[in-house]
Antibody
């Protein structure tokens, strides 16, 4: 059974940093592109970032970002630990959201339960 | 970025009656590999999103056959043949053809 478990959410001040983790199990983690998607309170879904697996792919660069987080967020993965990360720097109030990790990118198949990030003073 | 426009915003439906949600993209979603990466997701209250349909019309395992997807190019539809109480929630379309990936604004399905 595919499982994705996010952790690392919490309250952070504007301008601060936070790192989210997503522990994956039930599939060969290194074979899959992984994504982060967020949802602000009461709002819709917004794709944040994606990173390819260790294998080569003809149509993915190493990582992609939404314009709203480019230069502030960094996606990474540790295939030996089956874990996906999202390093978030220079956080703003508008980054407040539940952050989901998901398997895939073009076809977001499986989703985690989400981690709440609140940016507030 | 590709803009995904869903309608209606809200959809009150009588139990047992059909429902239809429209999703239009600002650009063609046909990718160079010939596939059209248009997905539909269901988000029940308090839950994570769940994928229902991928590549326009392919139903995920465990998804009831009352859900169906159709369309091509820039115009897509999700249909529920007979709405049940468990179908209440918000439905999103999402395109995976063009970076950045983008979602529609969502359609809230509720029971009349």
């Amino acid at each position: 059974e595919v499982q994705l478990l996010e952790s690392g959410g919490g309250l952070v001040q504007p301008g601060g940093s936070l790192r989210l983790s997503c522990a994956a199990s039930g599939f060969t983690f290194s074979s899959y592109v992984m994504s982060w998607v967020r949802q602000a309170p009461g709002e819709g879904l917004e794709w944040v970032s994606a990173i390819r697996g260790s294998g080569g792919s003809t149509y993915y660069a190493d990582s992609y970002y939404a314009d709203s987080v480019k230069g502030r967020f960094t996606i990474s993965r540790d295939n030996s630990k089956n874990t996906l990360y999202l390093q978030m720097n220079s956080l703003r109030a508008e980054d407040t959201a539940v952050y989901y990790c998901a398997r895939g990118a073009r076809e977001l198949h499986y989703w985690g339960q989400g981690a709440l990030v609140t940016v507030s003073s | 970025d590709v803009v995904m426009t869903q309608s209606p915003l809200s959809l009150p439906v009588t139990l047992g009656q059909p429902a239809s949600i429209s999703c239009r993209s600002s650009q063609s979603l046909v990718y160079s590999d010939g596939n059209t990466y248009l997905n539909w997701f269901q988000q029940r209250p308090g839950q994570s999103p769940r994928r229902l349909i991928y590549k326009v019309s392919n139903r995920d395992s465990g998804v009831p056959d009352r859900f169906s997807g159709s369309g091509s190019g820039t115009d897509f539809t999700l249909k529920i043949s007979r709405v049940e109480a468990e179908d209440v929630g918000v439905y999103y379309c999402m395109q995976g053809t063009h970076w950045s990936l983008t979602f529609g604004g969502g359609t809230k399905v509720e029971i009349k």
